[in-house]
């Protein structure tokens, strides 16, 4: 059997004395140990296996933790979590209390900063790269971004702030789809291999460091220097598009030769600017179905490990984002006034045969939160179209002020349709959405609502332009129930009574009426006869429907997926405060003031007690029911 070399990587420092041809080999073995993780757990694939070369090579020639590697949106940090001392571990990842899919600091020192969305890594290097240069510290600082990155506003705000003589600062630019400017011709390869060339720019600094110091004339032809440098690069090459920027450009090179990269970054390690380093790789590179499909084997469900194919799914039942993207295809093509935006999440969102069929009509416009929503609101302005922002909840969080002033404060009619609202599962604690209702129900006129059903998703789709008003549907990403019912009107702010009970009132929002009514079963089995009310609405609430629940009911239950101090139930507590309600006992169920770690739905739920019997205890306990305590005791 051959010898492994990556059973003996501990920390980075055990890959400094391996040979070209042992690096070679320990790709090898990566990609297999990626693929043979991800084929039980899934998770980001193809970036993944597309970045194992370009891992290899930067932590052959920086010293990490010393050295910052500061890894955008960090999906793309497997390769780098097996070098820095978790391969032991890496069969947890993405699973409850494993490794996190993503950098995670207090999971290793080599981590610097939580990151799952996009953008973030050159402001946040920019950061570290002061506070290096205020302590008179000498470590260099290596942004890893992506060319989605440059798509992200805020990534284009960092570009700006380059201090020209920033020193130790390289930035990788990962290009794994398609390069920022096309290249042709002989005389682009000539000149890319001048451009890559290490020395060649290093000779050019120093020339131009020289010739800039000669009295009266120096800072003029250093200018004029770089003004036929910068337009010969024009021609052929990205690079000034960088250089705009105060950085040097340096490639494209090969992402996958580890000698051509190791032989880079040593040469650029002595550079006196802040430099861009451009590297080509292959998305899902060693997987033949991974190259051929990079977008679902982005972030990839199980698969068959020989064959790559997908395992079938366990569940029948379609699930929230596929009823929403259905029915909005089905509505648009009824009515050409429909229009969706979404920031690079058609796939995900379920919009991808919108798309195909109404390429105008469904409009996605990178990783550009922000822009997303401002540009809704433009579309929405007139009335003239029927605008649905796309967006995860945890995305929307990026454009809170573009939602407050340019939808609701225009009072613009965007329907938002808030995907992956709740717990986000093996994603963890970037990208769970459970803070959206706390910043949503600031807004002045905003509607909130959310279907327990695949059916109520529908209505609320067809219903919500007739408000005339900004409006929020969100909607877990999992399976439901789809019941085959004529489609209604849905009047806005009216709830439901689900289950007719007394005394203690259960008041759900969308998916947890089905833990509501498992709840209600329980305790009927006890004594104990509850009313479940789904309220649909949470912003305007079913103040009727509450005052005429409130006559006979003095003890109420919130049950909620979103963060308990912000959302159902702290929107309800306030209502019964503000209208003189002294006398009612109240508990609030929902997600604690923490930040969720990645795991699956069951485990998060059992954890922060979201589960039936969990609540059970709490109401017994909260309510002193005597007979419900008795039996949670026995």
Not at 5 to 23: G, N, R, V
Not at 282 to 291: T, Y
Not at 423 to 449: E, K
Request: contains cysteine.
């Amino acid at each position: 059997m051959s010898h492994s070399f990556l059973q003996d990587i501990h920390t980075p420092e055990d890959i400094k004395h391996l040979s070209l041809s042992q690096l070679n080999l320990l790709a090898s073995e990566i990609r297999s140990r990626i693929i043979e993780v991800m084929a039980v757990n899934g998770g980001h694939l193809a970036s993944n296996l597309g970045a194992v070369e370009l891992t290899i090579a930067l932590h052959k020639v920086f010293n990490s933790p010393t050295d910052k590697l500061i890894w955008d949106v960090s999906h793309q940090s497997y390769v780098h979590k097996l070098l820095t001392g978790r391969a032991d571990r890496f069969d947890t990842i993405r699973k409850f209390k494993g490794l996190c899919g993503f950098c995670h600091p207090k999971e290793s020192i080599h981590d610097h900063f939580h990151a799952g969305h996009a953008g973030t890594a050159l402001s946040l290097s920019l950061g570290v790269a002061k506070n290096r240069d205020l302590l008179q510290r000498e470590e260099y600082v290596i942004p890893i971004i992506g060319d989605a990155t440059l798509t992200c506003g805020v990534s284009l705000e960092a570009l700006n702030n380059i201090p020209h003589d920033l020193k130790r600062f390289i930035v990788i630019l990962n290009d794994n789809a398609m390069s920022i400017s096309k290249n042709v011709g002989a005389i682009t390869h000539i000149l890319s291999r001048i451009l890559s060339n290490p020395i060649t720019n290093k000779i050019h600094q120093e020339i131009d460091t020289i010739v800039s110091k000669i009295p009266s004339v120096g800072s003029l032809i250093s200018k004029q220097g770089h003004k036929i440098t910068e337009s010969l690069k024009n021609l052929v090459s990205p690079a000034v598009f960088f250089e705009q920027y105060g950085l040097s450009y340096i490639g494209p090179i090969d992402g996958h030769d580890i000698k051509k990269l190791v032989d880079v970054l040593e040469g650029v390690k002595d550079s006196n600017w802040p430099v861009v380093l451009h590297v080509l790789t292959n998305k899902g590179q060693g997987m033949d179905e991974a190259i051929k499909n990079p977008i679902s084997y982005h972030g990839a469900k199980p698969f068959n490990r020989d064959t790559g194919k997908f395992l079938p799914t366990v569940s029948t039942k379609p699930t929230f984002p596929k009823i929403f993207g259905s029915h909005l295809l089905e509505m648009a093509e009824n009515d050409p006034s429909v229009i969706a935006i979404t920031p690079a999440m058609s796939a995900g969102s379920c919009l991808d045969e919108f798309m195909k069929k109404f390429p105008e009509r469904c409009i996605d416009v990178g990783i550009a939160e922000s822009h997303a929503i401002t540009f809704a609101g433009g579309l929405a302005h007139g009335r003239k179209m029927k605008v649905v922002a796309s967006i995860y909840a945890t995305f929307l969080q990026r454009a809170f002020d573009n939602l407050f002033h340019d939808v609701c404060l225009q009072e613009l009619p965007v329907v938002f349709a808030i995907d992956r609202a709740g717990i986000s599962g093996p994603d963890g604690a970037t990208h769970h959405g459970i803070y959206d209702l706390s910043f949503l129900n600031a807004m002045p006129n905003m509607v909130i609502t959310q279907p327990r059903n695949g059916h109520v998703l529908k209505e609320l789709l067809e219903s919500a332009f007739s408000w005339d008003r900004p409006t929020a549907i969100r909607y877990p990403n999992m399976a439901t129930e789809e019941p085959d019912l004529p489609i209604v009107y849905r009047e806005l702010g009216k709830g439901e009574v689900l289950v007719e009970g007394e005394e203690l009132l259960i008041i759900a929002l969308g998916h947890m009426n089905t833990v509501a009514l498992q709840v209600r079963e329980r305790l009927a089995l006890q004594g104990v006869n509850a009313t479940v009310m789904d309220p649909i609405f949470v912003k305007p609430l079913d103040s009727d429907l509450i005052y005429k629940l409130l006559l006979t009911h003095q003890k109420i239950v919130t049950i909620e997926e979103h963060s308990v101090i912000s959302g159902l139930g702290a929107i309800l507590n306030n209502f019964l405060m503000s209208k003189g309600y002294q006398n009612i006992q109240v508990l609030n169920c929902g997600i604690p003031e923490t930040f969720l770690d990645q795991g699956s739905h069951a485990e998060l739920s059992h954890e922060i007690g979201l589960t039936p019997e969990k609540i059970v205890r709490q109401i017994s306990y909260h309510f002193a029911f005597s007979s419900i305590a008795e039996s949670v005791k026995n």
